[in-house]
């Protein structure tokens, strides 16, 4: 391209140059963002047909912020407030209002612990295994955005006889709720229903999704996760000996495109790692990749559901720990109307550079109770070179340089979404109290160019020591994947009264779950326990 473009300028009659600045600005959008910045370092005419045209720039700000744009017949809308738009929402992560929140009340439980909460198109979405209940309600919704509100009485959810809800999944944005549960402790099935409203949902394939039944005379099943993506579900499931072999636990993991069929032939099985007490964990990378975490990192394609998945990669992880995977929010569409009044743009993230984060906790018989957190980006989930799948992937070939390792000896919740990280942890671990603030983190390639001087850029190497009792020696991991972050330390969480429980991140919203707490006196120290009542936090952005 450069070469091409140097002979071009030692010919100023060549033809290319001489057409139409918007001819040339219509011809450099078929090009990918980076041979259009490429194209504009080169020609000063091509830099001068990038800086005039909107278009281009939108490209690139749009590939710079690892979005995918939904095609829309909108076209009323210039392209250039979709771009200032853009550019605006990215700087105004870096300067967001703690104390400018609205508040929603909820009502809790003694066990609104036991099951991380979610927050989910705009709902939050609540299910209780030891009381089988569950709701869903929406948080502050917006005037085009379809509202559901559920509450399930014990039962309701499930109503076969002898059988136990072993997990729930709702999906707000397609109106489903899936329900996974075992009969007499071994059969297991998926019910399939619309969230607002009874009977099975409209565009299942049937009522109930059906396991293999290969497992189920021989096992019984204790533990499942029940995740969806799109128009898959999975199942991962732990299945015991009925013999009660101490040694003889393995996992299953089954996949089904529920829109098509109710059964499957798309089925992982393994043996439980470190003799773990939890099944394997999984997440969806978009809709054709399947990421599963034993004691290392295993890609599949999904492709063909007929078919079990294919093995695309192995990477390693530096040590065996217990790995669980908080996977990315769908992002099935965003509109931004109610910021810009004739704003229609829909986009959504890029699966191929998203991130994901891992959790790693010590293997079981560890004395310590410190949590390793990957924050790891899926690029190097599909850009793979050519790598052979029977070959395992050393961490030092694809770890450093794609991820970022933190490490903690205290409490902290976290939550991603796109590109975006939100932790909240304590800054002071010495104080009597531990009083968490939110910090933000921004992985993007554009972070730098949109915080507009906020925030700290993060481009160093950071090392960080992991280890558990089980070892003679821990190990150092040093890690790159550059980022910006603000910490909102004028905001401390945890009063005497209140509780941090939660907290979400997504496209337009910061979500905080705090619990009132009733404090109780034990042995001279003072203990807090959730009460009766709730607020959910909504700072939008």
């Given at each position: ?143 085009s955005q379809q509202s559901i509100q559920r509450n399930w009485l014990p039962g309701k959810l499930c109503s076969v006889p002898h059988s136990r809800n072993l997990d729930v999944f709702m999906d707000p944005a397609q109106n489903l709720i899936a329900v996974a549960y075992v009969v ?119 492709e063909d559901m007929s078919q079990p998945p294919e093995l695309l990669a192995c990477f390693l992880m530096p040590k065996l720990m217990e790995l669980r995977c908080l996977s990315p929010i769908d992002d099935i569409g965003h509109s931004s109307e109610s910021h810009m009044q004739a ?138 994947l550059p980022y910006v972050e603000v910490v909102f330390s004028d905001r401390k969480f945890d009063s005497d009264d209140s509780e941090l429980q939660d907290i979400w991140i997504d496209r337009d919203r910061i979500y905080t779950l705090n619990a009132d707490t009733e404090r109780v ?21």
């Open positions: 391209m450069q070469r091409t473009v140097d002979y071009i300028e030692m010919k100023p009659q060549t033809r290319f140059l001489s057409v139409t600045e918007e001819l040339l600005s219509y011809i450099l959008s078929f090009l990918p963002h980076r041979d259009i910045l490429r194209c504009t370092s080169v020609c000063k005419t091509l830099r001068q047909t990038y800086l005039s045209s909107s278009r281009l720039q939108y490209i690139v700000e749009m590939s710079g912020q690892k979005l995918l744009a939904v095609p829309n017949t909108d076209n009323s809308i210039p392209i250039s407030k979709h771009l200032q738009f853009l550019r605006d929402k990215a700087h105004a992560w870096f300067k967001v209002d703690l104390h400018s929140f609205k508040t929603v009340p909820v009502t809790m439980s003694q066990y609104f612990r036991e099951k991380p909460n979610i927050v989910a198109g705009g709902h939050f979405c609540w299910w209780s295994r030891q009381e089988d209940t569950a709701m869903i309600f929406p948080v502050l919704p917006k005037p007499d402790h071994k059969a297991v099935y998926i019910n399939l229903g619309a969230l607002d409203s009874d009977g099975v949902h409209p565009e299942a394939a049937g009522e109930r999704l059906f396991l293999s039944d290969d497992s189920e005379n021989r096992s019984e099943t204790k533990s499942a996760k029940l995740k969806g993506f799109g128009r898959h579900i999975a199942l991962s499931h732990r299945l015991d000996d009925v013999n009660l072999t101490s040694l003889d636990k393995a996992w299953q993991l089954q996949i089904w495109d529920w829109k098509y069929s109710t059964t499957s032939s798309s089925i992982l099985s393994g043996a439980v790692p470190n003799r773990s007490y939890t099944a394997i964990d999984f997440c969806f990378l978009g809709n054709n990749r399947l990421l599963v975490t034993t004691d290392n990192l295993n890609l599949y394609s999904i704003q229609s743009t829909m986009y959504t993230s890029d699966p191929t550079h998203q991130l994901i984060c891992l959790t790693a906790f010590p293997t079981v018989g560890s004395l310590l109770s410190s949590t390793q957190v990957f924050i790891i980006s899926t690029r190097i989930f599909f850009d793979l070179d050519g790598m052979a799948a029977a070959t395992p992937i050393p961490w030092q070939h694809w770890g450093p340089s794609n991820t970022r390792v933190f490490h903690y000896w205290h409490s902290f919740q976290i939550h991603i979404n796109g590109n975006r990280v939100l932790q909240a942890f304590p800054v002071d671990t010495r104080a009597e109290k531990w009083q968490p603030v939110l910090h933000l983190m921004d992985f993007s390639p554009l972070a730098v160019t949109n915080r507009r001087g906020l925030g700290r850029v993060v481009k160093k190497p950071s090392t960080t020591y992991i280890s558990d009792s089980n070892d003679e020696f821990g190990e150092y991991l040093t890690t790159s006196w034990f042995g001279g120290s003072p203990l807090f326990q959730a009460g009766s009542t709730g607020k959910l936090e909504v700072i939008d952005v």
